[in-house]
Every structure is written in structure tokens, then in C-alpha cells.
């Protein structure tokens, strides 16, 4: 499924049930664009695997988590444009990310850091905003 934004392939993946009620109309899959991270349902794609039977994260940024922290980090990053309407789902997926063992202020670091994401999002002022939230 290519990004309308910008024509990238997006990373297709199945969004577990424990977190569809903190993505919008709760689709149960969903596609992030690792060039400009706009976020969007996917409905009737299949999600998209990598040889480990993980989303292909590592297409957004090398710095991007795997495992448990994978999917929900990647729903945070996917509402961060719209944060002040799903702050507290932003709130509640980083809470899973950090259980998971991962600094999501650092991934966020990353992604601002990162030559290959050209995104619309002031990062750096999102992860301002998180911070502040989760102190």
C-alpha cells in the first residue's frame, strides 16, 4: 500500500485488539508511511511481515523498537500529528511501549534525527509536549 502523502510504501500492520480502542475507528489494520509518518486505516490489506513474522519497523528507521514495543510505538508515532486530540491514547501506547522496556523520547530523538523521515510533524516539539505529560 503506497502513502498517498508522498508515494511511499507504508508498513501495513494487524493492530492487536488490547489497543484498537486507542486508534481512531479501531481498525484492525493500519498502514504508517516511514518517509512522512502519516498514519491512516488500511482496511482490507494485509498486514505486511517480515521473514520473523514481525511488522517490517525497521522500514521507518533503524532506531525503531521491535518486539512488544514495536506496534504501539508505532500507533503513538502514527497520532503524533494530531496530539492534542489523542493525547491521552498517545499517553496510554507509550505506557505500553515503556513496559516493553523501551524510551520512546529516545526513538523519537531518532526519528527527528533520522535523514529519511521528512514528515510534516514537529517531532522535536511532540516529544516536547510527551515529555511533559509523562512527568
Partial sequence: MDCPECGTEAVTFAVPADLREHIPAGEPVVALCPRCLSFRPAP???PGR???SEP???AVSDAFPTGGAA???ALA???LDS???YR???EALVE???RAGVDPLLVLDRLAADPTVETGIDIPRRRHQLAQLLE
Avoid: I, N, T
Fill in 56 to 58: 517490517a519497523f525497521a
Fill in 96 to 98: 505500553h511501549v515503556e
Fill in 50 to 52: 517480515s521473514p520473523d
Fill in 44 to 46: 482490507g490489506a494485509e
Fill in 71 to 73: 506496534v504501539p510505538m
Fill in 77 to 79: 508515532v502514527g497520532l
Fill in 83 to 85: 496530539f492534542a486530540l
Fill in 88 to 90: 491521552a491514547d498517545v
